[in-house]
């Protein structure tokens, strides 16, 4: 393994080693305190640019599921065709893996994707340096090539144009009623969810135009970045919403786009939410669930529209985690109820639109 080191744009440094693809990059570093999920989590589209942080110290211990495809043509394993985050950080790395359904370690799987990966890192200390400064770009840096050093940005890169798709794809058609999912960056297991629910769906891209289709219900899906950088997506949910009142579901980067349809503006934390463990209350109800998150963003809920009320709020620090509409059938999640790893108690979001197509 060769010796690394991670720097923070605040010049902080943390020292370790490379299991995965030798190679300097640079991101915004983010952590996440999921304590299982990494195949997930780093085929999740939405970590596109960012150098991911794991603080469950023990990962890669049960190794890596083969990379296999339903007939539908979603991964089976996986959340989509490839691993979108620029870097995985950890504090002990695993070699040696068990798992029934393994077939690689997390290490050879980093190397063929071309990803590099860091372990004897502090994590504890460095997720505290993120929590107290703030989420920050930094860069991987190989100690026997000090002089390749690589450069990114985060702010102001249009994530969701690098992730979507590029074409419409449809998956059971022919079924009952037609959905269109806007691909901002879309995991697997939502369009599974929806699937699974016995709906056709119509995958767009994110900037597509579907204001003529033939379609009974639309669904906003997740995606990385800034939603500020998708004005094309709000001016076409804003024309939809003008001319007609079919059923609008959102689910993270989807519930931002719904509000910023609405009026509303977006603002950046501090850190964000990315864990499977974040408890949200139904406005209104006495009803908390825990919940899978992954977003930097959030929705201020004190600049929504007169038509538009919270529908969910997140009870560690208050802020907006869904919307829904006073009169019409929209509404929106900021966590994901597909939460795939994580907990499955919302998944009812999904049924909630279904019966509303």
């Known amino acids: 393994m060769k010796n690394v080191t991670l720097l923070l744009e605040d010049g902080s440094q943390f020292h370790g080693r490379s299991f995965g693809y030798d190679a300097p990059v640079a991101g915004e570093v983010v952590f996440n305190t999921a304590m299982m999920g990494y195949p997930e989590s780093l085929t999740d589209p939405s970590y596109a640019g960012q150098l991911m942080v794991l603080t469950y110290p023990l990962v890669g211990n049960y190794g890596v599921p083969r990379f296999s495809f339903e007939e539908n043509g979603l991964p089976t394993f996986m959340e989509s065709d490839r691993i979108y985050a620029s870097a995985i950080i950890v504090a002990d790395y695993s070699e040696d893996y068990s798992h029934w359904n393994a077939c690689e370690s997390l290490g050879d799987w980093l190397k063929r994707e071309h990803v590099p990966g860091i372990t004897g890192i502090d994590t504890r200390q460095l997720t505290m340096v993120l929590r107290e400064h703030g989420v920050m770009m930094g860069k991987i840096i190989f100690d026997d090539t000090p002089d390749v050093i690589p450069e990114a940005q985060y702010e102001g890169v249009n994530f969701v144009d690098k992730v979507s798709c590029n074409e419409v794809i449809r998956y059971n058609e022919g079924a009952g009623k037609k959905v269109v999912l806007v691909d901002c960056g879309v995991k697997a297991n939502i369009i599974r969810c929806l699937l ?33 950088m998708c004005e094309e997506s709000v001016a076409i949910l804003k024309r939809q919403m003008q001319a007609s009142r079919k059923p609008i579901c959102g689910i993270c980067m989807g519930n931002q786009l719904l509000a910023k349809a609405g009026g509303a503006k977006i603002y950046k934390l501090k850190y964000g939410h990315r864990s499977h463990n974040q408890p949200v209350r139904e406005v209104g109800t006495d009803h908390c669930y825990v919940t899978s998150q992954n977003h930097g963003y959030a929705v201020d809920a004190t600049t929504l529209g007169r038509e538009w009320n919270e529908l969910f709020v997140n009870m560690n620090d208050g802020s907006n985690e869904g919307i829904c509409h006073k009169t019409n059938p929209w509404f929106s999640s900021q966590f994901h109820p597909e939460a795939c790893s994580g907990p499955v108690d919302t998944e009812f979001m999904f049924d909630r639109f279904v019966e509303k197509l």
Not at 200 to 223: K, Q
């Open 196 to 228: 699974n629910r016995g709906v056709e769906v119509i995958r767009v891209p994110w900037n597509y135009d579907y204001t003529s289709m033939d379609f009974d219900g639309l669904f906003l899906a997740n995606g990385p970045g800034d939603p500020d």
